[in-house]
Structures are given as structure tokens and as C-alpha cells.
């Protein structure tokens, strides 16, 4: 092409990237182009977290194996917040005595550090949200090194309608990205009105589209298995959150904790682990750290799985992966062991195919149209197909 030619048809480019931004695509994310790893405080620690669990965490996960896995976000969630000074800006409680040295350390073991906020003027702890203070709170954050920030609705619905939750959102997003710093916004209001619609274009790069999670199967499965559908949603940058993971609390068994992990990698869901790190059972740890399901999730592709067939409560799930593999979930949500297959014409694949067993990390070797197994209660066969 000639430079004549060229010329004229780089002029549309800036009318390009309008129209693209005008549909919230301008620029392409920087942050979270796989789903975000890491772990939260909430679900072990609740509002007892201080400054020295956190940084026990942050150094376990270096040296167990889960930061060499992929895990990198060392979040705090509510409780840290102490009041705001004359100025407006916002401090620390006594539990976390110097804010820029907690995160000077995560950042020292090559981790990154997440904080947790409320577009309300209390967070759902009852602690100071940044309502009003929303610029003032980004550049703070900003200053002391943060990488991630959870905005919890709470005691929003005192201050703002429902039809007023996007602006909400899109004022923390803006607040953020006018510090120049990459900040993961993780948007947390419990899947309402419909946020899987609108999340990404208020600058959300994760959204809650559940309640909360608590450590027992019953409550993992009617959050995990109620996903199905949300996916179209979903991709590199912009992810569905089913909220954080169990494995290692309470007391499900291996396979209850097979079942979490599993469906939320085939859910392209964000990986926080919620356990104490620094005391679990090698069975947790190996959950968590498994190589091959956690490529399912982190898949460069960032296609969100779905539903493939339904039995009662025999659930087959599918994730599309790069290289045209599938990964496969045999759930059986009942209460005694079964037989469970899929069909490969029904996940796209025609003929034969490799499979290998994802949990076991064993190639199974080529199967003909179909591959069965027998699946525990409660638990999970997972595999990748690899059309031959
Ligand atoms: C809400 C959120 C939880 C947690 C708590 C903290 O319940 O959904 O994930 O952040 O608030 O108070």
C-alpha cells in the first residue's frame, strides 16, 4: 500500500478509537487479563486481620508453593480503617500501624497488595467507607503502594438509589485511574441489578454476582452451579465473581473442596484463597496449588465455562481453552457415588480424543465419542479433552 493510500485511511483511526471508547472498549485493560489469584482475609480472619497476619500470609504463600503457582494479590478486607484526620484523609487503625511498610513488603517478595473500601460512609464492618472522600481515598491508597481495591455496596443503599450504583462505581473507577497507578477494581455489590451487564463499562475488572460464600458444600453449590449463563460476560480483563474460595475452612471433605476448586476454574472465577496459610493440611494445600485445574482458570483464552448437560443432580460442565481443548467437570452433586459421562460430540469435539485426568495429573490415553467415570458424592471427575 502506498503512502497516498495510507494516509487517508489512518485519519478514521482517531474516529475508531471514539466509537470504541464510546462502547467501553477503548483502551485495552492492563490489569487482571486472566482472573485475579491471590488471598483475602475475610473468610478466616474476618475483622480479627492485623498487620502481622497479613504478613505472615504474604511470606507463607512465597514459600509453600502457591505464589510459585500463580497466586500474587495479598488482600485485606474490611476492618482496617481507622478515622479521617481534619484534612479528610483516611488512616489506619491501630491494627495496622504503617500501611506503606505492609505494602513496601508484600511488593519486596513479589506480590502485590489489595485494600478494601464502601461507596458508603460505612463499610458492612461499620467501618469509615470513602463516600465523599472517594479521590482523596484513591490517591491514598495510591501513596501507600495498592494494587487491587475491593468497593463493598454496604451502607450505600442509605446514600444512593439503585439506579445511581453505576455512577457509584464509575466515581471510585475514575478516582483510581487518575492516580496513573494499575489498581484491580473488584466490584462487590452481590450480583445486583444485573452488574455481569454493566460491570466492565463502570471500569470493573471483577463483580460479585452472588452473596456471600460460606465454608460448606450446600452453600458452594447453589452459588458455583447457579452461575451457569453469565458467561458471555466474562473475558480477559472483565470477570464474573463467584466470591472467594473455602478450601482449608470448615470442614468439607476432599472431595466437597475438589468440587470448589474445580468449578470455579472452569468458571474463569478469580482464585482468593480464604484459609490461614499458614496452618493447612497438605490436602489444602495441594487443592489449591494443583498446576493443571489452575491452567483451566488462568487459560489465555479467558472464555467463562458453562453447562453442558443436566441429570438430576449429575451436572456436566465444559471450559473452551486455547489450542481447541476442553476441560471437562463431572460434577455428581448426589449423595452416593455415580456413573457420569460426556459425549464429545456435545462439547464440540467429533471422533477421538485424548483425555487426561486433571486431579490425578494422568494422561488417560484416546477415547472414542465419549469418556466415563465413576464420580464420588459430592465430588468431581475433571479432565481436558484434546481432540486427536
Ligand atoms: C460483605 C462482603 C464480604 C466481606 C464483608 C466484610 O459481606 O460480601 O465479602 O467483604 O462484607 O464486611
Not at 496513573?180 to 452481590?190: A, D, E, K, T
Not at 482458570?297 to 441429570?311: A, F, L
Not at 476442553?326 to 460426556?342: D, H, T
Given at each position: 500500500?502506498?503512502?497516498?493510500?495510507?494516509?487517508?485511511?489512518?485519519?478514521?483511526?482517531?474516529?475508531?478509537f471514539?466509537?470504541?471508547?464510546?462502547?467501553?472498549?477503548?483502551?485495552?485493560?492492563?490489569?487482571?487479563?486472566?482472573?485475579?489469584?491471590?488471598?483475602?482475609?475475610?473468610?478466616?480472619?474476618?475483622?480479627?486481620?492485623?498487620e502481622?497476619?497479613?504478613?505472615?500470609?504474604?511470606?507463607?504463600?512465597?514459600?509453600n508453593?502457591?505464589?510459585?503457582?500463580g497466586?500474587?494479590?495479598v488482600?485485606?478486607?474490611?476492618?482496617?480503617?481507622?478515622?479521617?484526620?481534619a484534612?479528610?484523609?483516611?488512616?489506619?487503625?491501630?491494627?495496622?500501624?504503617?500501611?506503606?511498610?505492609?505494602?513496601?513488603?508484600?511488593?519486596?517478595?513479589g506480590?502485590?497488595?489489595?485494600?478494601?473500601?464502601?461507596?458508603?460512609?460505612?463499610?458492612?464492618?461499620?467501618?469509615?467507607?470513602?463516600?465523599?472522600?472517594?479521590?482523596?481515598?484513591?490517591?491514598?491508597?495510591?501513596?501507600?503502594?495498592?494494587?487491587?481495591?475491593?468497593?463493598?455496596?454496604?451502607?450505600?443503599?442509605?446514600?444512593?438509589?439503585?439506579?445511581?450504583?453505576?455512577?457509584?462505581?464509575?466515581?471510585?473507577?475514575?478516582?483510581?485511574?487518575?492516580?496513573?497507578?494499575?489498581?484491580?477494581?473488584s466490584?462487590?455489590?452481590?450480583?445486583?441489578?444485573?452488574?455481569?451487564r454493566?460491570?466492565?463499562?463502570?471500569?470493573?475488572?471483577?463483580?460479585?454476582?452472588?452473596?456471600?460464600v460460606?465454608?460448606?458444600?450446600?452453600?458452594?453449590?447453589?452459588?458455583?452451579?447457579?452461575?451457569?449463563?453469565?458467561?458471555?460476560?466474562?473475558?480477559?480483563?472483565?470477570?464474573?465473581?463467584?466470591?472467594?474460595?473455602?478450601?482449608?475452612?470448615?470442614?468439607?471433605?476432599?472431595?466437597?473442596e475438589?468440587?470448589?476448586?474445580?468449578?470455579?476454574?472452569?468458571l474463569?472465577?478469580?482464585?482468593?484463597?480464604?484459609?490461614?496459610?499458614?496452618?493447612?493440611?497438605?490436602?489444602?494445600?495441594?487443592?489449591?496449588t494443583?498446576?493443571?485445574?489452575?491452567?483451566?482458570?488462568?487459560?489465555?483464552?479467558?472464555?467463562?465455562?458453562?453447562?453442558?448437560?443436566?441429570?438430576?443432580?449429575?451436572?456436566?460442565?465444559?471450559?473452551?481453552?486455547?489450542?481447541?481443548s476442553?476441560?471437562v467437570?463431572?460434577?455428581?452433586r448426589?449423595?452416593?457415588?455415580?456413573?457420569?459421562?460426556v459425549?464429545?460430540?456435545?462439547?464440540?469435539i467429533h471422533?477421538?480424543?485424548?483425555?487426561?485426568d486433571?486431579?490425578?495429573?494422568?494422561?488417560?490415553?484416546?477415547?472414542?465419542?465419549?469418556?466415563?467415570a465413576?464420580?464420588?458424592?459430592?465430588?468431581?471427575?475433571?479432565?481436558?479433552?484434546?481432540?486427536?
Amino acid at each position: 500500500m502506498s503512502r497516498g493510500e495510507l494516509v487517508p485511511r489512518l485519519r478514521w483511526l482517531p474516529a475508531i478509537f471514539l466509537g470504541l471508547s464510546l462502547v467501553g472498549l477503548a483502551a485495552p485493560p492492563k490489569v487482571a487479563l486472566t482472573p485475579p489469584m491471590g488471598w483475602n482475609s475475610w473468610n478466616h480472619f474476618a475483622c480479627h486481620v492485623t498487620e502481622a497476619i497479613v504478613r505472615a500470609q504474604a511470606h507463607a504463600m512465597t514459600t509453600n508453593g502457591m505464589k510459585a503457582a500463580g497466586y500474587r494479590y495479598v488482600n485485606i478486607d474490611d476492618c482496617w480503617q481507622g478515622q479521617r484526620d481534619a484534612k479528610g484523609f483516611i488512616h489506619p487503625n491501630a491494627k495496622f500501624p504503617n500501611m506503606k511498610g505492609l505494602a513496601d513488603y508484600i511488593h519486596s517478595l513479589g506480590l502485590k497488595f489489595g485494600i478494601y473500601s464502601s461507596p458508603g460512609p460505612k463499610t458492612c464492618g461499620g467501618y469509615t467507607g470513602s463516600y465523599q472522600h472517594e479521590k482523596q481515598d484513591a490517591s491514598t491508597y495510591a501513596s501507600w503502594g495498592v494494587d487491587y481495591l475491593k468497593y463493598d455496596w454496604c451502607s450505600a443503599s442509605r446514600v444512593y438509589r439503585p439506579d445511581q450504583m453505576q455512577a457509584a462505581y464509575r466515581k471510585m473507577h475514575n478516582a483510581l485511574e487518575s492516580t496513573g497507578r494499575p489498581i484491580v477494581f473488584s466490584l462487590c455489590q452481590y450480583g445486583l441489578e444485573q452488574v455481569w451487564r454493566w460491570g466492565a463499562s463502570v471500569g470493573g475488572n471483577l463483580w460479585r454476582t452472588t452473596g456471600d460464600v460460606q465454608p460448606n458444600y450446600d452453600r458452594i453449590s447453589v452459588i458455583g452451579f447457579d452461575q451457569n449463563g453469565l458467561q458471555r460476560f466474562a473475558g480477559p480483563g472483565h470477570w464474573n465473581d463467584p466470591d472467594m474460595l473455602e478450601i482449608g475452612n470448615g470442614h468439607m471433605t476432599l472431595e466437597e473442596e475438589r468440587t470448589q476448586m474445580s468449578l470455579w476454574c472452569i468458571l474463569a472465577a478469580p482464585l482468593l484463597a480464604g484459609n490461614d496459610l499458614t496452618h493447612m493440611s497438605p490436602q489444602t494445600l495441594e487443592i489449591l496449588t494443583n498446576p493443571d485445574v489452575i491452567a483451566v482458570d488462568q487459560d489465555p483464552k479467558g472464555i467463562e465455562g458453562h453447562r453442558v448437560t443436566q441429570e438430576g443432580p449429575l451436572d456436566v460442565w465444559m471450559k473452551p481453552l486455547a489450542h481447541g481443548s476442553v476441560a471437562v467437570g463431572l460434577f455428581n452433586r448426589s449423595e452416593g457415588v455415580a456413573k457420569m459421562e460426556v459425549r464429545f460430540a456435545e462439547i464440540g469435539i467429533h471422533g477421538k480424543a485424548d483425555v487426561r485426568d486433571l486431579w490425578a495429573r494422568k494422561d488417560l490415553g484416546a477415547f472414542n465419542d465419549r469418556y466415563s467415570a465413576e464420580v464420588p458424592r459430592h465430588g468431581v471427575v475433571m479432565v481436558k479433552v484434546k481432540p486427536e
